[in-house]
C-alpha cells in the first residue's frame, strides 16, 4: 500500500505535466501560447501575497525572538508531562500553526536528539505531517485574492491544529507508547 | 480574529523584548521576518507561474469542467453554493488530490486558482465566503496520504523504519480534516442564522456543541 501510494506521489506530477498539454493538442488548443497566457497571472498573485507574507512573517518573528514563545512554552509544559506526554513535543503544538520552516526545523533538531524511532521523534514525526501551518495557508490563499475578512476561517483552522495535535499524541501514546 | 492575533503577537514581543532587555533581537526579528515574507513569495513565483500556466492548459481544454462533472458530486456536499460544472470545482478537486499525494508545491498553486475562481462568484470582493472558508479549513487540515518530507528526514537520521509514521499520521491527519470540516459547518450555520435576510435556514440540532468556542480569542 505504501509503495503504491509513493509510486503514485512520484508519477503524479510528470504524467499530468505531459498529459494536459497532449490531452489540449487533441482538442485543437494552441497549447504554448494557451501556457504563457496562464503563466502570466502566477508572478502578479505570487507578488499580491508579499505584503500579507511580511506582515504575518514580521509578527510571528518578533513573537519567537523576544522569548514570548519559550514562555508559553515553560508555562503550558509541566501541566503536559503529568499525563505521559513528553513535554518535547509541546512547542511543537504551537509552533506548526505558525511557521512551517519553525517547526519543520524542530522537529528535525528533537529527531537529531532523541533519535526518529524514540516516542519523541514519532510524536514529533507525527504532528509535522499531520496538519498545514495555518496561519501561512491563510496569509497566501486569502492574501492572493485580496480577501480582507476572513469571518470564521482562522478560528476554524486553529481548531482543527488542536485537535490534529491531541489525536497525533494519542494515536503514538496508542500504537508506540 | 486576525487582528488581534497580529497586534497580539507583536505587543506581547515588544513585552517580553522589554523585560529581557531584547530590543535589539526585536530589532532583528523585524527584518528578518520581512525578508522571510519576500523571500517566500519569491520562491513561490517560479511555481505559480509554471502550474497557473498548465492549469490554463487544462481548462482550454476543458479538462476541469470534465473532472468538475464526474467527480463534482463527491465535494458538491462540501461546497453546496458552487455552481454544479463550475471550474472552481476543478481546481478544488485538483488541489484536494495533490494535497492528497503530498504535493505541495502543486497543491498551492491550485488552491489559489480554486480560491480566485470562488472569487467571480463573490458579491462582497473583502470579504471570504462560505466555500472560501471551507477550502481554507481543507487546506489547513491538509490531510495526506505520504509525509514525503518527514519520511525523507527520519531516513537521513537512520531510522529503522522511517514509514512507520505513516499510519499515525494518516489517522491523525483525519481527525483534525474531519474537525475541520465540522467546525466549518457550524460555524457556517451559525453565521446564516445571524445574517437576517436569508432564506429560513432548516436547522437540525446540532449534537453536542463544537468546543470551538474555547478557541475564539
Partial sequence: MFQLISLISAWAIP?????IPLYAFTRKVPVYESFVEGAKD???????????????????SVFRASGALDFLMSFI???????????????????????????LAYTTDLISVHGPD???????????????????????YFGAVGIRNGRYALRVGLFSDIVGFIAAIAVCLLVFG | MINGIWLGMILIGFVFAAVNGRMDAFTGAVFDGAKNGVTVSFGLISVLVFWMGIMRVAEDAGLLKKIARVLGP???FLFPDVPKGHPAIG?????????LLGLGNAATPMGIKAMQELQTLNPDKETATP?????????TASITLIPATLIAIRLNYGSADPAAIVGTTLAATAVATLAAVAA???????????????????????HSALPHSSVKG
Fill in chain 1, 15 to 19: 504524467v499530468m505535466i505531459t498529459f
Fill in chain 1, 42 to 60: 502566477g508572478f502578479g498573485t505570487a507578488i499580491a501575497i508579499i505584503p500579507h507574507l511580511v506582515g504575518m512573517l514580521v509578527a510571528i
Fill in chain 1, 77 to 103: 509544559s509541566p501541566a503536559l508531562k503529568g499525563i505521559g506526554v513528553p513535554p518535547e513535543v509541546l512547542p511543537l503544538g504551537l509552533l506548526r500553526p505558525l511557521t512551517g520552516t519553525g517547526s
Fill in chain 1, 118 to 140: 524514540s516516542l519523541i521523534g514519532m510524536i514529533a514525526s507525527t504532528i509535522q505531517g499531520s496538519t498545514d501551518t495555518t496561519l501561512y495557508v491563510l496569509t497566501v
Fill in chain 2, 74 to 76: 463527491i465535494v458538491s
Fill in chain 2, 91 to 99: 481546481y478544488i478537486l485538483s488541489n484536494m488530490s495533490a494535497n
Fill in chain 2, 131 to 139: 466555500a472560501m472558508c471551507t477550502l481554507l479549513a481543507l487546506n
Fill in chain 2, 184 to 206: 466549518d459547518r457550524l460555524c457556517r450555520r451559525m453565521a446564516l442564522l445571524r445574517k437576517p435576510p436569508g432564506p429560513p435556514p432548516a436547522v437540525r440540532p446540532v
